[in-house]
């Protein structure tokens, strides 16, 4: 939890907002079915959740190990949703979203070099690298639905998410040097992209209401989660990720 | 009976020293050694506008010939002209000035000029004729394209010769007479690190060596470092390193190579890396780029061969395929490579000091035969007394023929002595800076991989072979019986002084004897050590170490204030400085202390902890005496 100066607790917008959804989901009355058997949902939002990891690795140079560090931020950022749903019976329906999430954020590479003329005496370098993060994710729900009110429609779901996940890693770092070689300063750093897929869930609920008979407006808020393992660049083995993360967003409402 | 005492040298040295813009400098100057040879002039600005009229003179008349003007390479605005003294436009063999100004003015004057010269300059034979006499004389031939030329030299007993210089094969630099082909006197060409002793060393650390990728395969050619160095290995063949040494061609075949890049042979990893950190050590401590200041190649040779047993050196030109001669490193007989890192360093800094000299001067950095004070007419010697006037040291000649040398006197009959101070400061600046180089890369300590004062300590069944923390310690074998290395000037080896070509009448040529006086005994070591360039070196070396830490002169009772141990770098510098940038090329040890004095001066003030720790240093060793 982070703190003001005066040390009063400060609640995070995500957080907030996700405690007002609790808050009316709980209120919520029991009422009758949507009569319409198809939906379709068009949203956009902000993937609210942020996650770090860091990649450590062996960096051979001048007949000596040294070490490459990346420290990556997967910070918040927009993502776009697609989605369709059908009742089978009374409130209980299937639905399946697309979503898609990318960012770029930095990572922080820093690295111990080893000197070319002696052993272990490492150069310290830093810099930064531009590493993107990139989610498609398929989520497979199971819906149970219900109508508070004359015009609100309020839509629990959850089930298996499917995640293609694409990351940037930092591969290797290129540096300047010059005689007598006590310090180098950082130019670059390559990346490689890898990409997996894996399958992990989601929970979450929709909230609609419509202006005329088939179209309304709405808000979704979705919780995915699953670790990914990603081939670390240096080829040392895997490297379990993040991925997915709190979904906030509005959009379009269509029923049939 | 004709003698000519050694008393009658016209020749004066000089040494001024007055920093205008630091008036508060101590007054220092340096002994008499007895003969008047060496002058001090007092330091005031006046004293040295005269000199700056004189010098003007000298070169107006051509006695003097500037050889170089260079701005200081760490004062702005401090300049450094070298002059070089000429006899009808003929070389003086030890006579140069370096003249230091700081925005125009005057700050020292240091060197030697020697006077009175009277001879013919018209040489009566040719070079060519002299080179065909050396080499009936000596069996080598000159090397590459060093070609005899003229020069005046000044023998032991006051005379001057117009002789012809030149440099052979055999590694040693002769003077010939230009008028009757005789040769009076010959010096070592090389400056060398040996010795035998015994002591522990020879360690198996790993380390990194800056190879070159060639067909395949690794070799000893480091291009990481702005000076390249080629390591070749001669493979124990003598024809190899006469061919590498004396006509510079080498081959691609006389690399070391490692098909892996992980080399295994000590002696070419030692020399190889060692050289490297020598050139980073130099660089970093005192912003000098490879041997020459212009980071020129490097040729390094380790050989196995019997001509470098127990032995290293630095060959400067003509020897060698570059432009700053050629560093080798032999073994002793179990195969130790004498590659230690201050022996390697101290090999390097002779090229250093051998290049600093050249550019600056046109010359190589000169041996000077000076002249202690004359010894007694009778000597003892293993219980029998020796009269000056009778008594020989056999030896062989040029041609290696037995041969009894009768011993120089004087017109007293005494004993006449002398020792080569110029080659000790040389020795001593190169273990100086070996000692520096040892503390810059490796922790303080004792035992291998330890940064201490003694040299070669590291090389199992080769050192230690000397020390400058307790320089007496340490012994020198003779008969009767060894003789500590000396750490005082009053202790300095004087050696006595044979007739190796002429009459006790008519001497014309002559060398050192391997024999030095302690009072009235005297001592037959092995060699002369070409004037004791080995021995006296632990006097300046000490004054170093006292410098730096501090202490109480054993001989002088004297108690110095040194800087300490984190400021090691500032004494360094003075000493680097005082021989790269001020010193003649033929110091005397006392011109040479003085040198360093004024470098500390000029780098850190005259009220200086340095420049305070050096003077007292200098005259705790007896180098220097307060005015």
């Known amino acids: 939890m982070q703190t003001r100066l005066n040390g009063a607790p400060r609640v995070r917008p995500r957080v907030a907002v996700l405690a007002a959804v609790a808050v009316i989901v709980a209120a919520m009355p029991a009422v009758g079915l949507a009569q319409s058997r198809v939906g379709v949902t068009v949203n956009a939002g902000t993937q609210a959740t942020s996650t770090a990891f860091t990649t450590r690795s062996t960096l051979t140079l001048h007949r000596e190990d040294g070490d490459l560090r990346a420290d990556y931020g997967v910070d918040a950022g927009a993502f776009i949703d697609l989605g369709a749903s059908v009742r089978l019976w009374r409130q209980v329906g299937l639905g399946v979203g697309v979503s898609r999430f990318q960012t770029t954020g930095g990572a922080g590479v820093t690295a111990g070099l080893p000197h070319p003329f002696h052993l272990e005496q490492f150069r310290a370098v830093d810099g930064s690298a531009a590493a993107t993060r990139q989610e498609t994710a398929v989520h497979v729900q199971l819906r149970v639905g219900a109508t508070v009110g004359p015009r609100l429609e309020v839509t629990l779901f959850g089930g298996p998410t499917f995640f293609d996940v694409e990351q940037t890693l930092v591969s290797d770092i290129l540096f300047e040097e010059t005689y007598p070689y006590d310090t180098a300063t950082f130019s670059s750093a390559p990346t490689v992209l890898r990409s997996v897929t894996a399958v992990g869930f989601h929970t979450g609920v929709d909230l609609a209401t419509y202006l005329t008979p088939t179209v309304g407006v709405g808000a979704l808020v979705r919780f995915s989660r699953a670790m990914v393992d990603l081939a670390r660049p240096d080829g040392g083995g895997m490297l379990a990720v993040e991925t997915g993360g709190l979904h906030v967003g509005g959009g379009l409402r269509l029923r049939f | 009976m004709h003698r000519r005492t050694a008393a009658a040298l016209g020749s004066l040295l000089l040494v001024l020293l007055c920093p205008a813009s630091v008036p508060a400098q101590r007054a220092l100057i340096a002994p008499q050694p007895g003969l008047g040879r060496l002058t001090v002039a007092a330091a005031t600005p006046a004293e040295l506008r005269s000199w700056d009229g004189t010098i003007d003179q000298f070169v107006q008349r051509g006695e003097l010939v500037m050889r170089s003007m260079r701005e200081d390479p760490v004062l702005a605005g401090h300049r450094h002209e070298t002059f070089i003294q000429s006899y009808w436009g003929i070389p003086v063999y030890g006579g140069s000035l370096v003249r230091q100004t700081a925005g125009g003015v005057t700050v020292s004057v240091i060197g030697t000029l020697l006077t009175g010269i009277t001879i013919n300059p018209t040489p009566a034979l040719s070079a060519a004729r002299v080179a065909a006499i050396l080499g009936e004389v000596t069996g080598a031939s000159l090397v590459a394209t060093s070609a005899p030329h003229l020069t005046v030299f000044r023998l032991f007993d006051g005379t001057d010769r117009l002789t012809y210089r030149a440099t052979l094969t ?458």
């Open chain 2, 170 to 627: 055999d590694m040693r630099t002769y003077f010939v007479d230009a008028d009757t082909g005789e040769v009076v006197w010959s010096t070592a060409a090389v400056v060398t690190q040996r010795a035998v002793g015994l002591g522990t060393g020879a360690v198996g650390d790993r380390k990194k060596i800056s190879a070159t990728q060639a067909a395949g395969t690794f070799r000893s050619y480091d291009q990481l470092r702005p000076a390249p160095i080629r390591t070749y290995d001669t493979r124990g063949l003598l024809d190899v390193v006469g061919r590498i040494l004396f006509s510079g061609d080498v081959f691609d075949s006389d690399f070391p190579t490692d098909a892996d890049n992980t080399w295994t042979d000590p002696h070419v990893v030692d020399a190889h890396v060692h050289t490297g950190w020598a050139v980073d050590y130099v660089y970093k401590q005192h912003a000098w780029n490879g041997v020459d200041n212009r980071n020129s190649a490097i040729t390094t040779l380790v050989d196995s061969s019997p001509f470098t047993e127990y032995n290293a050196f630095f060959a400067p030109p003509p020897f060698g395929p570059g432009e700053v001669g050629v560093f080798a490193y032999g073994r002793t007989d179990d195969g130790v490579p004498i590659t230690a890192l201050d022996v390697v360093a101290h090999e390097f800094m002779h090229g250093v000091t051998s290049a600093a000299l050249r550019h600056r001067t046109g010359g190589e950095y000169e041996d000077q035969f000076e002249l202690g004070p004359p010894g007694p007419t009778t000597v003892t010697f293993e219980g029998r007394t020796l009269a000056c006037a009778t008594a020989t040291l056999t030896g062989t000649d040029e041609a290696d023929e037995p041969q009894e040398f009768p011993f120089l006197c004087d017109a007293e009959g005494r004993f006449v002595r002398g020792a080569n101070h110029a080659g000790a400061v040389n020795e001593a600046l190169s273990d100086i800076i070996g000692t520096g180089a040892e503390f810059f890369f490796h922790p303080r300590g004792t035992g291998p991989l330890r940064a201490d004062y003694q040299s070669g300590e590291d090389i199992l069944g080769f050192g230690p072979i000397r020390a400058l923390d307790v320089p007496h310690a340490f012994t020198i074998r003779a008969r009767p019986s060894p003789i500590p290395y000396p750490d005082h000037w009053a202790r300095s080896f004087q050696y006595l002084v044979v007739i190796t070509a002429g009459t006790p009448d008519a001497p014309r040529a002559f060398a050192f004897a391997p024999v030095v006086l302690i009072g009235r005994d005297a001592f037959l070591m092995r060699s002369a050590d070409d004037g004791g360039v080995h021995i006296n070196m632990t006097i300046l070396g000490h004054a170093f170490y006292l410098a730096v830490e501090g202490g109480t002169n054993a001989t002088s009772g004297l108690r110095v204030q040194g800087v300490g141990g984190a400021h090691r770098a500032q004494i360094e510098q003075a000493f680097f400085r005082g021989m790269t940038v001020l010193m003649p090329n033929a110091p005397s040890m006392p011109v040479a202390a003085l040198t360093v004095y004024q470098a500390a001066v000029d780098l850190f003030g005259v009220t200086s902890a340095a420049a305070q720790a050096i003077a007292q240093a200098m005259v705790a060793v007896g180098l220097l005496e307060a005015a």
